[in-house]
C-alpha cells in the first residue's frame, strides 16, 4: 500500500487561506469516507483535526475545514495563524486487504 | 480524561527484541481498536498494526508483518507491541493511538500517547 500524496511544503502570510491536497487511489481515499487529517508540531504527537473528510472533533477551531472529490482529499486552513505552523498529515480508510494508510506529510510554513 | 502512557522504548541491537506498552485511562478500552503508529526521525507517519477491541482482529502493515506483534489485556488497561528481529528500519518513535470509532473506521485516532522511541543500532 503506498502512501497517500501531499504536497511537501505550503506555506502562507497570516490571515490568509491554504489548500493542502491529498491524493490516493479508489481503494484509499476514494474508497469511503474516512478520511482524516492531523497536525503535528515538532516534538508532539498528531492530533487529530478532520475525520470522516469534513467533520471536525470538539475544540478544533473552524478555520480547519476539509472535502473531497474523487480519489483527492483537500484541508484547508482559513485565516492562517502563526498557531497553524505545523506538520499536517491525511489518512484514509483502505479496506479490508490493507486497512489504512497515511499521507506523505505537508509542512506548512506561516510567513 | 482520556491518558495513553508507552514505555519499554530504548536501544536494542539489530536482530533483537523489544516489548513496548501502553497503559490507557478515562475511556472503556474493550470498546475501542486500538493501534500502534510509528515515526522514524524526519518522516511521516506509519501505522504499524492495529487490533480490534476484543482482540479478535489484528492487521498489520507490510513493513513489520511476521516480526512484529500486537496484543491486549483488557482487564489491565494495557496494550503490548511485541518487536522481533529488529532492524536499523525499525527506528522510530513509536506511538500508541485509540481508534476513534470501530475497526472498520480505519486510521482515524482521536487519542495518542507521547511516544516512546526505539532506536535499533549495534
Known amino acids: 500500500q503506498s502512501a497517500l500524496t501531499q504536497p511537501p511544503s505550503a506555506s502562507g502570510s497570516p490571515g490568509q487561506s491554504l489548500t493542502i491536497s491529498c491524493t490516493g487511489t479508489s481503494s484509499d481515499v476514494g474508497y469511503s469516507n474516512y478520511v482524516s487529517w492531523y497536525q503535528q508540531h515538532p516534538g508532539k504527537a498528531p492530533k487529530l483535526i478532520i475525520h470522516e473528510v469534513s467533520k471536525r472533533p470538539s475544540g478544533v477551531p473552524d478555520r480547519f475545514s476539509g472535502s473531497k472529490s474523487g480519489n483527492t482529499a483537500s484541508l484547508t486552513v482559513s485565516g492562517l495563524q502563526a498557531e497553524d505552523d505545523s506538520d499536517y498529515y491525511c489518512s484514509a480508510y483502505a479496506g479490508d486487504k490493507h486497512w489504512g494508510v497515511f499521507g506523505t506529510g505537508t509542512k506548512v510554513t506561516v510567513l | 480524561e482520556v491518558q495513553l502512557l508507552e514505555s519499554g522504548g530504548g536501544l536494542v541491537q539489530p536482530g533483537g527484541s523489544l516489548t513496548l506498552s501502553c497503559a490507557v485511562s478515562?475511556?472503556?478500552?474493550?470498546?475501542?481498536?486500538m493501534a500502534w503508529v510509528r515515526q522514524a526521525p524526519g518522516t511521516g507517519l506509519e501505522w504499524v498494526l492495529v487490533?480490534?477491541?476484543?482482540?479478535?482482529?489484528?492487521y498489520s502493515a507490510d513493513s513489520v508483518k511476521g516480526r512484529f506483534t500486537i496484543s491486549r489485556d483488557n482487564s489491565k488497561n494495557t496494550l503490548y507491541l511485541q518487536m522481533n528481529s529488529l532492524r536499523a528500519e525499525d527506528t522510530a518513535v513509536y506511538y500508541c493511538a485509540k481508534v476513534q470509532h470501530f475497526f472498520w473506521s480505519g486510521p482515524t485516532f482521536d487519542y495518542w500517547g507521547q511516544g516512546t522511541l526505539v532506536t535499533v543500532s549495534s
Open positions: 478515562g475511556f472503556t478500552f474493550s470498546d475501542y481498536p
Open positions: 487490533i480490534s477491541g476484543t482482540g479478535a482482529h489484528t
